[in-house]
């Protein structure tokens, strides 16, 4: 009888203390801006699910999109502490951390997107890299959306048409410097609340690539799109050390080879949504798409690049210079 119950005990013993020997799951909490149908939203799913399947579950990746969780320039703070493991936010977010990466927000910097794969790529990208590595994060991937376009509520189609507009920017120097040279009024607000700020005139115009701009229902409240291709908008998708340092050598070479397949994903998908989203905006009848000149676009330019010497201090020339050479 003794026996009987000294068992018994044992195993109610066993079931308590069970749970509490399980692996609990990692959980990598992914935060960004935009629609799950942009580039990043469908690289972030895809990212999602690699690792997921890969790990058996014992990775969880949790997408917050439509900046459910946190906005952009709100998502630093969460990150370096570790309440949020990975984020992808533009260049242009990171400019208090690490200015350096307003480079890719350089105007007419690149001739299109592999002349930025090549920058990004090459020594130039790994300098990018190993300025936010200085602070608590590890930059693990450039993913693209693609290049900017102007939209306002009538035709941009030469400098003079900017002046006075108020340009929703996002938080970054170059810029601010950028829309100021053609006379225009930069006002920084996060990508949450350029919808209404358009649709209330507490700004004019954007900048947007058309999948942002389709899929946040822009064209509802721009009654013109320019594309103008004069900037280029891409993320650096980050961690922070912290969580980096906390996995073991094989999950973290499980994320980095996820990350790189979804890197691919992504980037491929970017130049196919600039197509189909293009037509979407013509579709849609609301708003009118304007191409620029040969002739037009040499005089956005010439205006444009005579910025960067503003900039040769806090992101440096050699890294301009860099990037430039990389075009030839
Ligand atoms: C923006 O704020 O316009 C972009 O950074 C949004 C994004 O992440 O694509």
Known sequence: RHLKLLMISLVVLLLAVAPAFAKKP??????????????????????????????????????????????????MTPLMTNAVQMAAPSFSKFTKFAPQLQLVDLPFLFDDADHLHRV???????????????????????????????????????????????????????????????????????????????????VDAAENPLSN??????????????????????????????????????????ITQAMKEATVYGNKLALDMDITYLEKVKESGKTAVHELTPAQRKLWKAKMVAIYPEFYDTIGKDLIDGAIAEGK
């Open 213 to 254: 701009f389709y899929t946040k229902k822009f064209h509802e409240v721009q009654t013109d799109l320019t594309l103008s291709n004069h900037g280029y908008l891409g993320y650096l998708v980050v961690t922070n050390k912290m969580f980096w340092k906390s996995l073991d050598d094989q999950q973290r070479e499980l």
């Open 26 to 75: 990692v959980v990598i909490k992914f935060s960004h801006v935009v629609a799950v149908d942009t580039p990043k939203g469908q690289a972030a799913e895809f990212f999602k699910k690699l690792v997921e399947e890969r790990s058996k579950g014992d990775i969880i990746v949790e997408v917050y999109p439509n900046s459910s969780l946190f906005n952009d320039n709100d998502v």
């Open 120 to 202: 990004l790529e090459g020594n130039v990208g790994q300098q990018l890299k190993d300025a936010v590595g200085k602070k608590a994060l590890v930059g693990l991937s450039f993913w693209d959306s693609g290049f900017k376009q102007f939209s306002a509520n009538k035709p941009i189609l030469v400098p003079e048409d900017a002046a006075g507009l108020k340009f929703r920017i996002m938080s970054s120097k170059v810029l601010e410097e950028q829309f100021k040279v053609v006379g225009a009024n930069p006002q920084v607000l996060p990508f949450s609340e350029v919808y209404s700020a358009l649709q209330q005139g507490v």
